[in-house]
């Protein structure tokens, strides 16, 4: 049984930076590709990031050149470091694992965590 846990959810104000963490418990979390998505009220859960197990990294053209996904294979961990926050950043951030098809997809993701909340403040 998979089961995903974050953390470090907060408030920030505008240009401040958050670290999230995602530990996963489970079959060999190396095998896995890890995904970051968020939903803010009213809207539709959106892709953020995604590592693959080779280590490649893809993210949302919003969060590129701020938001950096790592993982650390030891430690069953994947993190999120935000950088320069925006208040439209705030949202409810989730960390899943890959399925099968398309990596900014959500429906691709067969495990999900409980969400960590994330708000920026202007």
């Known amino acids: 049984q998979v089961h995903l846990v974050e953390s470090g959810g907060g408030l920030v104000p505008a240009g401040g930076s958050l670290k999230l963490s995602c530990v996963a418990s489970g079959p060999p979390f190396s095998r896995y590709a890890m995904g970051w998505f968020r939903q803010a009220p009213g809207k539709e859960r959106e892709f953020v990031t995604a590592i693959m197990w080779s280590g490649s990294t893809y993210y949302a053209d919003s969060v590129k050149g701020r938001f950096t996904i790592s993982r650390d294979n030891a430690k069953n961990t994947v993190h999120l470091q935000m950088n320069s926050l925006k208040p439209e950043d705030t949202a409810v951030y989730f960390c899943?694992?890959?399925?099968?098809?398309?990596?900014?997809?959500?429906?691709?993701?067969?495990?999900w965590g409980q969400g960590t909340q994330v708000t920026v403040s202007s």
């Open positions: 899943a694992i890959f399925g099968s098809g398309s990596y900014y997809l959500a429906r691709s993701y067969d495990y």
